[in-house]
Nanobody, 116 residues
Framework: QVQLVESGGGLVQAGGFLRLSCAAS????????MGWYRQAPGKERELVAV????????NYADSVKGRFTISRDNAKNMVYLQMNSLKPEDTAVYYC?????????WGQGTQVTVSS
């Protein structure tokens, strides 16, 4: 059974930082690209950042470039999202995802709220 469990969300003031974590189980972690999406109220889910499985490649939404950093620890089956210089528009539920060409799994999400 595949499980992705996010943690680290919360309430923070604008300009602050948070670090999200995602623990994966039930998959061969190193085979999966890992990413973070977010969904704000009334908006579609959008890609925030993704890190490749074996290739050391990353991709970020333009809105978070230079502020957010995605990293993964294949030994621990963990993926992280360091979020700095947070803005109120970063407020959303953040979802961890594990992806291959044939499968995509989702966590249940963690709320991030940035107050102005």
């Amino acid at each position: 059974q595949v499980q992705l469990v996010e943690s680290g969300g919360g309430l923070v003031q604008a300009g602050g930082f948070l670090r999200l974590s995602c623990a994966a189980s039930g998959i061969i972690f190193s085979n999966y690209a890992m990413g973070w999406y977010r969904q704000a109220p009334g908006k579609e889910r959008e890609l925030v950042a993704v890190r490749g499985s074996r290739i050391d490649s990353t991709n970020y939404a333009d809105s978070v470039k230079g502020r957010f950093t995605i990293s993964r620890d294949n030994a621990k089956n963990m993926v992280y999202l360091q979020m700095n210089s947070l803005k109120p528009e970063d407020t959303a539920v953040y979802y961890c995802t594990a992806m291959t060409l044939n499968h995509q799994y989702w966590g249940q999400g963690t709320q991030v709220t940035v107050s102005s």
